[in-house]
């Protein structure tokens, strides 16, 4: 139990394009799912909490408007990077919580963007 | 703020080797604290978890021991194997902040035969 998948794994796509990844809890609703970012070699950077019916929260220094985050249900959020440029490429990592009295997160396999 | 320090790796040992990844943190509160393992290509695992000050948590042979009087949560194994070359996270999360991690900057380990 307590599958999230990330797709795609892995997408490449040209300077000012704009990418969606989606984030799924396979078997459990989220109410609470998180992205992160990992540089090489380099810890996790939560980028935004993502709760399911409202806003993302965005943590100090991440552009709202440059990762769009939509939370639309229980089991899916998606991040969108409009406008990609080299630097966004990264490698994506969202997880999932099943719920508030849960203080653990469930973690896709990550989604490695890169930006030509 | 709350933070997490880990040893720097990359660690490397043989076979069998004993194991032990420091890990100490701040908080201003009670913090359950966590072990995650990335494995190359992959994403985060949970490896343990504990709760409050001197539960251990245990999974795969890998302990960890909460210590609130040296804010200390090191993770060890005591023979470890190839298969668990990868790179091992701390990391807490207090109770009043929605859930959100925080983590140690990651250690490598590659365990050679």
């Known amino acids: 139990g307590a599958v999230v998948s990330q797709h795609p794994s892995r997408v490449i796509c040209k300077s000012g394009t704009s990418v969606k990844i989606e984030c799924r809890s396979l078997d459990f609703q989220a109410t609470t799912m998180f992205w992160y970012r990992q540089f090489p070699k380099k810890s996790l950077m939560l980028m935004a909490t993502?709760?399911?019916?409202?806003?993302?929260?965005?943590e100090q220094g991440v552009e709202k408007d440059k990762f769009l985050i939509n939370h639309a249900s229980l089991t899916l959020s998606t991040l969108t990077v409009t406008s990609a440029h080299p630097e966004d490429s990264s490698f994506y990592i969202c997880s999932a919580r099943p719920g508030e009295r849960y203080n653990e997160q469930f973690f896709g396999p990550g989604t490695r963007l890169t930006v030509l | 703020g709350d933070s997490v320090t880990q040893m720097e790796g990359p660690v490397t040992l043989s076979e069998e080797a004993f194991l032990t990844i420091n890990c100490t943190y701040t908080?201003?509160?009670?913090?359950?604290l966590f072990w995650y393992v990335q494995y190359p290509g992959e994403g985060l695992q949970l490896l343990l978890k504990?709760?409050?000050?001197?539960d251990k948590g245990s999974n795969k042979g890998f302990e960890a021991t909460y210590r609130k009087e040296t804010t200390s949560f090191h993770l060890e194994k005591g023979s470890v194997q190839v298969s668990d070359s990868a790179v091992y996270f701390c990391?807490?999360?207090?109770?009043?902040?929605?859930?959100?991690?925080?983590f140690g900057q990651g250690t490598e380990l590659s365990v050679k035969p």
């Open positions: 908080a201003t509160g009670y913090p359950s």
């Open positions: 504990a709760t409050k000050a001197d």
């Open positions: 993502s709760n399911e019916g409202s806003k993302a929260t965005y």
């Open positions: 990391a807490l999360s207090e109770g009043n902040q929605g859930g959100k991690l925080i």
